[in-house]
Nanobody, 116 residues
Framework: QVQLVESGGGLVHVGGSLRLSCATSGNIFSIYAMGWYRQAPGKQRELVAAITRGGNTNYADSVKGRFTISRDNAKNMVYLQMNSLKPEDTAVYYC??????????WGQGTQVTVSS
């Protein structure tokens, strides 16, 4: 079992920045990859960024060059630095862990609202 707790969401103006944090606990050694997903009202949940155990990263085209995913293994934390935020970035952001058994774990989500 893996537990995930997100923090860092909030209200920000267009062009502003936020950093989301995800605290991981439990069987963290089984985690193959960590990711951030988001879901806007009326839309499907989509992958924003992911980082594998080996450090490889992947980003949605819509956030490339603006968002950066990183992790601190010593603190069991994963971060999403979001810069140059746009109104279309408004969504609930979820932390995800994908383990060696092909199981997905999810956090409770944190709201990000970008106002124009």
């Amino acid at each position: 079992q893996v537990q995930l707790v997100e923090s860092g969401g909030g209200l920000v103006h267009v062009g502003g920045s936020l950093r989301l944090s995800c605290a991981t606990s439990g069987n963290i050694f089984s985690i193959y990859a960590m990711g951030w997903y988001r879901q806007a009202p009326g839309k499907q949940r989509e992958l924003v960024a992911a980082i594998t155990r080996g450090g490889n990263t992947n980003y949605a085209d819509s956030v490339k060059g603006r968002f950066t995913i990183s992790r601190d293994n010593a603190k069991n934390m994963v971060y999403l630095q979001m810069n140059s935020l746009k109104p279309e970035d408004t969504a609930v952001y979820y932390c995800n862990a994908y383990d060696d058994g092909h199981y997905d774990y999810w956090g409770q989500g944190t709201q990000v609202t970008v106002s124009s």
